[in-house]
């Protein structure tokens, strides 16, 4: 015997309750979700700072290098250019690295959509004279 669907009481706290629970669902999704800029041009952004920072010792050795060479950097400072490529490449090429620069990008979004105000701006130092 089947029931008839307009037999069976609509309770509207199950309903507001099960409108909630996909609402918040369809939230964490659309949190994890990447647009196409986001995956192309503000990760792999912030993937380049994070590995200038992490490749330092290569990227003062060219920097001196280039300095110290002036006009014929091209040619002497082979070395050094090879050195910072393969460790800014190693960097680029290394899934966890992607992996964390996603999650610290999803974290300043997500404070960016809470305040509404930019990770430059909430980083600047608040004027101290009064």
């Known amino acids: 015997m089947a029931l008839d669907p307009a037999e069976i009481p609509v309770h509207f706290g199950c309903l507001r309750t ?3 629970l996909l609402f918040r669902a369809l939230w964490e999704f659309e949190e994890q979700h990447l647009r196409h800029v986001e995956k192309d041009v503000l990760i792999p952004k912030i ?3 994070k590995a200038r920072e992490r490749c330092f010792e290569q ?9 110290d060479s002036g006009v ?12 910072l490529k393969e ?30 105000i930019p ?3 909430r980083l600047q130092k608040l004027p101290t004279s009064m």
Do not use: W
Not at 59 to 67: A, L, P
Not at 72 to 83: D, I, P, T, W, Y
Not at 88 to 116: Q, V, W
């Open 119 to 121: 990770t430059k701006k």
């Open 72 to 83: 014929l950097m091209v040619v002497k400072c082979r070395k050094e250019n090879s050195a």
């Open 18 to 20: 099960l409108t909630l």
């Open 47 to 49: 993937m380049r700072e």
């Open 59 to 67: 990227v003062q050795d060219f920097t001196k290098c280039c300095k």
């Open 87 to 116: 460790c800014l490449i190693a960097h680029y090429n290394d899934p966890a690295f992607y992996e964390e620069c996603k999650m610290e990008y999803l974290k300043e979004r997500e404070e960016f959509r809470k305040t509404g």
